[in-house]
């Protein structure tokens, strides 16, 4: 078996799912800076191929967004696929170290919270969609 037709099945995989759940995938760092310069709340899933982002976090993505209040924008980048893009991303993480899988929510291009990598694994993709729609009261509106 080739390795990297593997890899590339499993990131393709990856990438649909998160952009099928409504995300908009950013590959760019001139998309980034596009998306997370507009007004309003902006939720960055930065994903991985790791098995807590394909167990807990992009299902977590996927389920906390069925809310009565959730960002006005949802988009990813890729950690490890496309680099520069994420990197751009983790510019506007101001005080957080880079960590994937992770989500920031930023509201008018600045960040507010974060859930890390350390609030992801080793918890039930129910715990983080929980810490996920906390944030959500306390910096989104009604939709």
């Known amino acids: 078996m080739d390795f990297n037709l593997y890899m590339d099945d499993v990131v393709t995989k990856a990438r649909n799912e998160i952009v099928e759940a409504g995300y908009e995938e950013l590959t760019t ?3 980034v800076d596009e998306a997370l310069k507009q007004n309003g709340t902006t939720l960055v899933m930065v994903n991985s191929v790791c098995g807590c982002a394909g167990g807990i976090a992009r299902p977590a993505a996927r389920n906390a967004i069925h809310y009565d209040k959730r960002p006005d924008q949802l988009v990813t980048v890729f ?3 496309d680099r520069e893009a ?3 991303a983790r510019e506007y993480f101001e005080g957080y170290p880079p960590s994937s899988p992770s989500f920031a929510l930023l509201k008018d291009g600045k960040i507010q ?3 890390e ?3 992801i694994e080793g918890f039930e993709p129910m715990e ?3 810490k996920l729609q906390k944030d959500f ?3 989104c509106e009604e939709m």
Do not use: F
């Open 113 to 115: 919270t974060m859930v």
């Open 86 to 88: 994420t990197e751009k």
């Open 128 to 130: 983080v969609i929980n």
């Open 137 to 139: 009261d306390t910096y």
């Open 79 to 81: 950690a490890g696929q």
């Open 29 to 31: 760092p001139e998309e």
């Open 117 to 119: 990598r350390h609030d």
